[in-house]
């Protein structure tokens, strides 16, 4: 006999055991247009995004942040401190008010993506609990990304712009 797997059901499979405080945050959220306060968020930004197994968001996050030294490197632009640091603090902000609702997106599509890829509710149910909860080899990951991404672009801004400075000269 199949069970059918509800939404709430399948939510709290992927979340795991914080579905409680979770669908909590869900709830406010569609009270207020989408926004309810994440500290783990806001604080942890990335490292949280990476437990909570939002692998492309982390990846958009670093591209947010690279854009910086990647533009130096190619353009000679340099932002100025006073815009650099405000972005980042924009961006903890966003995730702050917004993270929960984040979550929520990716777990509904990871939901979807598992439910049109097996015919089983069971098969379902066990997907969610292996792609969903939390991964604190992804919080690893994410800060060996950081120190990748600390040693070599600075370096490698560096070494763009005076190689195209020898092409140009």
């Given at each position: 006999m199949k069970s059918s797997i509800r939404d709430d059901a399948a939510l709290a499979a992927f979340v795991g055991p914080r579905y409680a405080y979770y669908s909590g945050r869900?709830?406010?959220?569609?009270?207020?247009?989408?926004?309810?306060?994440?500290?783990?968020?806001?604080?942890?930004?990335?490292?949280?995004?990476?437990?909570?197994?939002?692998?492309?968001?982390?990846?958009?996050?670093?591209?947010i942040v690279c854009t910086e030294p990647v533009l130096h490197a190619l353009f000679r632009i340099d932002m100025p401190?006073?815009?650099?640091?405000?972005?980042?603090?924009?961006?903890?902000?966003?995730l702050g008010m917004y993270g929960n609702q984040l979550y929520r997106w990716h777990a509904?599509?990871?939901?979807?993506?598992?439910?049109?890829?097996?015919w089983s509710p069971e098969l379902v149910h066990d997907s969610l609990a292996r792609c969903g909860r939390t991964s604190w080899p992804g919080v690893f990951a994410m800060g060996l990304l950081l120190v990748v991404m600390a040693v070599s672009l600075r370096p490698l801004a560096g070494l763009v712009a005076h190689s195209t400075g020898l092409l140009a000269g």
């Open positions: 869900w709830a406010l959220a569609e009270v207020r247009g989408g926004m309810s306060w994440n500290w783990a968020a806001c604080l942890l930004g990335p490292f949280w995004m990476a437990y909570r197994r939002m692998y492309w968001q982390v990846g958009v996050y670093a591209l401190l006073a815009l650099s640091r405000p972005l980042l603090y924009a961006l903890a902000l966003l509904e599509s990871t939901i979807r993506r598992l439910r049109e890829y097996h």
